[in-house]
């Protein structure tokens, strides 16, 4: 019965709309990022939770197809392994060394002082032990927690019982609140509730249930996400935490640090279930709309070069990008510091740079998957 159900709805599935979703994704961070000088709604943060559970969805249903094939073979693990991590590695080192390349030859900091932490997917464990951030790298953090994700969450799907995922799911769900909530009235900075992957887990672990569910509960997913009720209701528990954390005198308090990546994942949790159904109407012609499918496709690409692009808090005025926008300005006084010009310029250079390493890079890299696994 098990295996039928994966026949049906198994890793190599096209889901269209969450190629549209990915796009919904970057660009929360991207708006987020290129507005930090005026924006107060953790959008970013929200763009971030979307693309986690979206990953320990995509990843779960990969890992679980993956077992049912190679559990009960010769040298099972090691097929379902080595294939994992070479299709993932091929996918993500690429264009994140090459992120690490160029910015250790032009020397820009802390790179090539902290080089090792680059190198082993470790920033964010450097920001956690330091409590700081790191430039224009910052965004790597994320990168290091799913890198750190996919090297351990494998393990768990291949060698726990089966009877035993869903609860381990949930036990990452409690663990991470746990996490954050120790370290918050511990009295750390809130950098290490964000950037710590432990403190992740609740968005990976809803996004893994999802993937449980659709494997083996097809009709119990069908019931729980076949209305916009759920996402309805998840986008008012966010908007409710992210109200809530206004109401106090510090900017991060328990329902920033705590709560509210966990209100995040919930909202994000509907809003992927459904899109696995398949939205209608203006949300359909949305997310599969062609533009949209194109930056969803290379949305990974857009998220590690943005911040090279253009950083609020670390680009000089020296930076290409802030040179080439000075210029348009002279050219054009009625656009000088206008924010939306501005960000739309900053869009427009990410996307021409990111469109360039898929043709060049990622997307021929992407065709020896197969080949090597």
């Given at each position: 019965?098990?295996?039928?159900q994966i026949?049906?709805?198994?890793?190599?599935?096209?889901?269209?709309q969450?190629d549209?979703?990915?796009?919904v994704a970057?660009?929360?961070?991207?708006?987020d990022?290129?507005?930090?000088?005026?924006n107060?709604?953790?959008?970013g943060?929200l763009?971030?939770?979307?693309?986690?559970?979206l990953?320990?969805?995509?990843?779960?249903?990969?890992l679980?197809?993956?077992?049912q094939?190679?559990?009960?073979?010769p040298?099972?693990?090691?097929q379902?392994?080595?294939?994992f991590f070479?299709?993932r590695?091929l996918?993500?080192?690429p264009?994140?060394?090459?992120?690490?390349l160029?910015l250790?030859?032009f020397?820009?900091?802390p790179?090539?002082?902290k080089?090792?932490?680059?190198?082993?997917?470790?920033?964010?464990?450097?920001?956690?032990?330091h409590?700081?951030?790191?430039?224009?790298v910052?965004?790597?953090?994320?990168l290091?927690?799913?890198?750190?994700?996919y090297?351990?969450?494998?393990?768990?799907?291949?060698?726990?019982?089966?009877?035993?995922?869903?609860?381990?799911?949930v036990?990452?769900?409690a663990?991470s609140i746990?996490?954050?909530?120790?370290?918050f009235?511990?009295?750390?900075?809130?950098?290490?509730n964000?950037?710590?992957?432990p403190?992740c887990?609740d968005?990976f672990?809803?996004?893994a249930?999802m993937?449980?569910?659709?494997l083996f509960?097809?009709?119990?997913?069908?019931?729980?996400?076949?209305s916009?009720?759920g996402?309805?209701l998840g986008l008012l528990f966010?908007a409710?935490?992210?109200?809530?954390?206004?109401?106090?005198?510090?900017?991060?308090?328990?329902?920033?640090d705590?709560?509210?990546?966990?209100?995040?994942?919930?909202?994000?949790?509907?809003?992927?279930?459904?899109?696995?159904?398949?939205?209608g109407g203006?949300?359909k012609l949305f997310?599969?709309n062609?533009?949209?499918?194109?930056?969803?496709?290379i949305?990974?690409g857009?998220?590690?070069?943005?911040?090279?692009v253009?950083?609020h808090f670390?680009?000089?005025?020296?930076?290409?990008?802030?040179?080439?926008?000075?210029?348009i300005?002279?050219?054009v006084?009625?656009?000088?510091?206008?924010?939306?010009?501005e960000?739309?310029?900053?869009f427009?250079?990410?996307?021409?740079?990111?469109?360039?390493s898929?043709y060049?890079?990622?997307?021929p890299i992407?065709?020896?998957?197969?080949r090597?696994t």
């Amino acid at each position: 019965m098990v295996k039928s159900q994966i026949g049906k709805q198994n890793a190599t599935n096209y889901l269209i709309q969450l190629d549209g979703l990915r796009f919904v994704a970057i660009a929360l961070v991207l708006v987020d990022h290129f507005t930090a000088a005026i924006n107060k709604i953790p959008i970013g943060p929200l763009g971030v939770n979307l693309f986690f559970v979206l990953s320990g969805f995509l990843i779960t249903r990969i890992l679980i197809t993956s077992r049912q094939k190679f559990k009960d073979e010769p040298g099972g693990f090691r097929q379902y392994f080595k294939r994992f991590f070479i299709r993932r590695s091929l996918r993500i080192f690429p264009v994140y060394y090459l992120c690490i390349l160029v910015l250790f030859v032009f020397d820009v900091p802390p790179v090539r002082e902290k080089i090792s932490w680059f190198v082993l997917y470790g920033s964010n464990i450097y920001m956690a032990l330091h409590q700081t951030w790191m430039g224009v790298v910052d965004h790597f953090w994320s990168l290091s927690v799913e890198e750190q994700f996919y090297i351990i969450f494998p393990l768990v799907i291949f060698f726990l019982p089966k009877k035993w995922l869903v609860p381990a799911f949930v036990m990452m769900l409690a663990g991470s609140i746990v996490f954050r909530l120790y370290f918050f009235l511990a009295g750390y900075n809130w950098i290490v509730n964000y950037v710590s992957m432990p403190a992740c887990l609740d968005a990976f672990g809803l996004g893994a249930f999802m993937a449980w569910l659709l494997l083996f509960r097809p009709e119990q997913y069908k019931k729980l996400f076949g209305s916009n009720y759920g996402v309805l209701l998840g986008l008012l528990f966010w908007a409710g935490i992210v109200y809530w954390s206004k109401t106090f005198d510090q900017p991060k308090n328990i329902a920033t640090d705590v709560w509210e990546r966990l209100a995040g994942a919930v909202f994000c949790f509907f809003l992927i279930g459904k899109g696995v159904l398949g939205y209608g109407g203006a949300m359909k012609l949305f997310l599969e709309n062609s533009i949209v499918l194109y930056l969803g496709k290379i949305s990974y690409g857009l998220y590690a070069y943005h911040n090279l692009v253009y950083n609020h808090f670390h680009s000089p005025p020296t930076h290409p990008t802030l040179r080439a926008l000075r210029k348009i300005e002279q050219i054009v006084p009625a656009v000088a510091h206008n924010i939306v010009f501005e960000s739309v310029f900053f869009f427009l250079v990410t996307v021409m740079v990111a469109s360039l390493s898929w043709y060049l890079m990622e997307k021929p890299i992407n065709g020896l998957k197969d080949r090597w696994t």
